[in-house]
């Protein structure tokens, strides 16, 4: 499995972005999952129902299956956010795992940049960043596509990628 990240500010179009990545990447045959960091009280149940009213009830996790899908919900009843690395652990093998968020992690990332946000690029300032999507012009020597280029971009990401072992084995300096 390879890793790549999206990354960039809020408004860049990080997710519209992944929502026209992946059937193309799936069209090329690749098998790929994502992992998102979200903010703090998102649900992924519907209020209510009886997986909701387990969780509700205080189940540590509540595994809900189906003929057509399956998912596991972890509630952490006051215990810290699992740290990136471990979640990482966690996927199942895919070809490509695109990570959005998790900005302070270790692994390559692509800085998504929309100018009509007024926000700096991150990648001076981030040696994670490993190549660049914006809709402008930017003057650097990563690689980059424009942002509507979603061939190009797919291309990057597949040439950006890491073996999930490298990602997972990252010592931080001074560790």
Known sequence: MRVIGLSGWSGAG???????????????????????????NFDVDIPGKDSWLHRQAGAAEVLISSGRRWAL????????????MELLARMSR????????????????????RAANNKPLMFPNDP??????????????LPYAHLDDVPA????MRALAV???????????GA
């Open 153 to 156: 971009i797919a291309r990057m």
């Open 128 to 141: 994670t960043i490993a190549g660049i999507a914006a809709d402008i012009p930017v003057d650097t020597g």
């Open 94 to 113: 895919v070809d490509l795992l695109i990570v959005e968020g998790f900005k302070a992690d270790p692994h390559p990332k692509i800085e998504i940049h």
């Open 163 to 173: 073996k999930v072992e490298d990602v997972l084995a990252f010592q931080p300096a």
């Open 73 to 84: 919900m972890h509630e952490l009843r006051g215990a810290p956010e699992p740290p990136f």
């Open 14 to 40: 990080k997710t519209t972005l992944l929502t026209r990545l992946i059937p193309h990447l799936t069209a090329e045959g690749l098998r790929v999952s994502t992992m998102k960091h979200a903010h703090s």
